[in-house]
């Protein structure tokens, strides 16, 4: 057992037939995933379990229904399997009869990944592990494996089938992701700076930075807000920004009932500390749909476009907090940088974290993505986690669900 408490890749007997659980989740643009480091950490455990001679059954989720990126796993195969050297089967299905004849044929050292589990009723949504458990997708699966491995440290904070159900009734082991992420988020949340602890909070699960923004209030000096959580601050501040203009899309009015009287007692309590933005930039309606116009939020007086960037004197002025930081945090990305017009607040401010000599973390799958994107170089940042949600989880001392059901199994 590791000294974390659970099992590892290191105690795990040989010639299994494994369902090993990875974190593939992933920026899909026109409908395809796009490569990204998330690819290729798992691709070191998948090879190691593969090389080992174990029977590899690969799960993974992708984005949330609802939502244009939630998708097949039918691309994610191609691309893992270029990183891992190895061809990897790919069956459009979860648990059914398709899924457990392709679990059953496999021969050693062979590699097969199942359909997204998300589009498995019994995955969603979160609660408690015993439940989940006794779901029909986590019974069928566990009578055609040996033992269970968990390597999505960065989708461990979730309380879905996939991640708390299988080490309830399997032999259970962390993967080589999820032991060294672990391992390292755990110990950012023991340290102590000598001087300003700057959170750089944006991206558009907002829920996820607000809950632990409350957290977090007595060990952060100051929080810098962008993106769908920025806006959502600047409405509960009274102005008309943060609000879902496309019937179709739900980025901001549900986040927006479920946090907005912790945002107004946050602001109430210590608006001192939360930084946000006093301009914003949105694309013109009129031109290519990719030129960039700035407008000071003080100006904005109705609900007319879609903001996708914190402005120019924003993201200057985040810099500067940056700076003057001991330790910067960043959770999620100030704008939609994919889009280079668009890059601006988050490649400003990851720029001045690179170039100034504080401890820093940047996380998450999306966001640790505008590093590579933009020429920055990984090895000026102290921690680059493909977690987002987990990591700053951990930062605020919280058990990850996924995590637990490990430590559970073990003590078994
Ligand atoms: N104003 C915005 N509108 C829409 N998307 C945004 C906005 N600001 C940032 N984003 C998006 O947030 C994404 C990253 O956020 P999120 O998925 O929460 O974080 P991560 O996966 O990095 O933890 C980026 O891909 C970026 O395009
Ligand atoms: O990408 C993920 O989290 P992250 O955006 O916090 O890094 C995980 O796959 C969890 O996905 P979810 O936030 O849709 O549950």
């Known amino acids: 057992m590791s000294t974390h ?14 369902l090993v659980r990875l974190d593939l989740n992933s920026p899909i643009e026109d409908g395809t995933p796009t490569d990204n480091r998330r690819f290729e950490r798992h691709a070191e455990t998948v090879r190691e379990l593969a090389d080992a001679g174990h029977r590899v059954v690969l799960l993974a989720h992708q984005g949330r229904p609802g939502r244009d990126d939630f998708v097949s796993l039918d691309g994610h195969a191609g691309i893992l399997a270029e990183h891992v050297g190895q061809g990897i089967g790919f069956v459009a299905d979860t648990h059914g009869e398709a899924a457990v004849d392709a679990i059953d044929a496999l021969d050693p050292g062979e590699i097969l990944l199942l359909e997204n589990t998300r589009m498995c009723d019994d995955e969603l949504p ?6 989940k458990a006794d779901t029909e997708f986590v019974r069928t699966l566990a009578a055609h494996v040996d033992a269970y491995v968990n390597d999505a440290y960065s989708a461990a904070h979730r309380s879905h089938a996939s991640l708390v159900g299988f080490p309830e009734v399997l032999p259970a082991y962390a993967g080589r992701v999820m032991a060294t992420e672990y391992a390292a988020n755990t110990a950012i949340a023991g340290r102590e700076f000598d001087g300003r602890v700057t959170m750089v909070v944006g991206g558009t699960k907002a829920t996820d930075v607000i ?7 007595d060990s952060v000096d100051d929080f810098l807000l962008g993106g769908i959580a920025g806006e959502l601050f600047l409405r509960a501040g009274g102005h008309p920004v943060g609000f879902d203009l496309d019937p179709e899309r739900d980025l901001y009015d549900s986040q927006w009932e479920r946090n907005h009287e912790l945002i107004e007692g946050m602001l109430d309590e210590r608006g001192d500390q939360i930084t ?7 694309a013109d309606p ?3 749909g990719r030129e960039r116009v700035e407008i000071a939020v003080d100006d904005i007086d109705e609900k007319e476009v879609s903001f996708l960037d914190v402005g120019t004197g924003t993201a200057e002025a985040y810099a500067d907090v940056v700076r003057d930081s001991a330790a910067v945090f960043v959770k999620g990305a100030l704008g939609v940088f994919e889009d280079e017009p668009f890059s601006v607040g988050t490649v400003t401010v990851l720029e001045a974290i690179a170039e100034t000599d504080c401890f820093s973390v940047v996380g998450g799958g999306d966001t640790s993505r505008a590093i590579e994107r933009y020429g920055l170089a990984e090895s000026d940042f102290d921690h680059v986690s493909i977690a987002g949600g987990a990591y700053i989880r951990a930062l605020t001392g919280r058990p ?3 995590v637990e059901a490990l430590k559970r199994a073990a003590s078994r």
């Open 211 to 217: 809950e632990v923004m409350d957290a977090l209030g």
């Open 276 to 282: 946000l933005a006093t301009d914003l930039a949105y």
């Open 286 to 288: 009129d031109g290519t």
């Open 5 to 18: 408490g659970f099992d590892t890749l290191d105690d795990l007997p040989a010639d299994r037939r494994l």
């Open 400 to 402: 990850l669900a996924g």
């Open 126 to 131: 979160e609660a408690d592990p015993e439940a």
